[in-house]
T-cell receptor, first 113, second 110 residues
Framework: EPEVTQTPSHQVTQMGQEVILRCVPISNHLYFYWYRQILGQKVEFLVSFYNNEISEKSEIFDDQFSVERPDGSNFTLKIRSTKLEDSAMYFC???????????FGPGTRLTVL | GQQLNQSPQSMFIQEGEDVSMNCTSSSIFNTWLWYKQEPGEGPVLLIALYKAGELTSNGRLTAQFGITRKDSFLNISASIPSDVGIYFCAGPYTGNQFYFGTGTSLTVIP
């Protein structure tokens, strides 16, 4: 069964450093998403991506964040200058259409020291 | 942002019991999704609902899309220990911006 994969599973970085989180969505999906989950809290929407551009973003997704689909399979989230409060699980998801179900990857745990 | 409130916040039940939980919103949603999340893992889709009043089952799980389109319900029959986890409702307020509920934590006592 096709699944979303994410790398790395755990990333530790120093405050102020740039990090890139990587995702390989399900191959025939067209919609891609990033979510964040701070420990013990609910899943929060960051950004959706379709047709090589951002379709929607939340207030969390400020200028420090960017997304890219550099090739036909990868989808990345970049945080330019990490802050302590960026420490969280970051989930990638993909879906086949608008208003449609999304399938999540296993997540990357980001720890900012 | 949109707030999806789930109740109860947590449940402790005996194995074999049925479970009911719900999710409410102040806004109308066109889709309701139910996910289960286990510690250290990503949410796993359980059921997707697309029409008001729709009732959909997936094994021992049954979910309903409320007729007001502002709520949804998830029932689990004859609970087993592996049902343990946090259950989230989710829905797209707009086409591609999905909101997740506050979660219901389920503990099943063998």
């Amino acid at each position: 069964e096709p699944e979303v994969t994410q790398t790395p599973s755990h990333q530790v970085t120093q405050m102020g450093q740039e990090v890139i989180l990587r995702c390989v969505p399900i191959s025939n999906h067209l919609y891609f998403y990033w979510y964040r989950q701070i420990l013990g809290q609910k899943v929060e929407f960051l950004v959706s991506f379709y047709n090589n551009e951002i379709s929607e973003k939340s207030e969390i997704f400020d200028d420090q964040f960017s997304v890219e689909r550099p090739d036909g399979s990868n989808f990345t989230l970049k945080i330019r200058s990490t802050k302590l409060e960026d420490s969280a699980m970051y989930f990638c998801a993909s879906g086949a259409g608008t208003y449609n179900e999304q399938f999540f990857g296993p997540g990357t745990r980001l720890t900012v020291l | 942002g949109q707030q999806l409130n789930q109740s109860p916040q947590s449940m402790f039940i005996q194995e074999g019991e049925d479970v009911s939980m719900n999710c409410t919103s102040s806004s109308i949603f066109n889709t309701w999704l139910w996910y289960k999340q286990e510690p250290g893992e990503g949410p796993v889709l359980l059921i997707a609902l697309y029409k008001a009043g729709e009732l959909t089952s997936n094994g021992r799980l049954t979910a309903q899309f409320g007729i007001t389109r502002k709520d949804s319900f998830l029932n689990i029959s004859a609970s087993i220990p592996s049902d343990v986890g946090i259950y989230f409702c989710a829905g797209p307020y707009t086409g591609n911006q999905f909101y997740f509920g506050t979660g219901t934590s389920l503990t099943v006592i063998p």
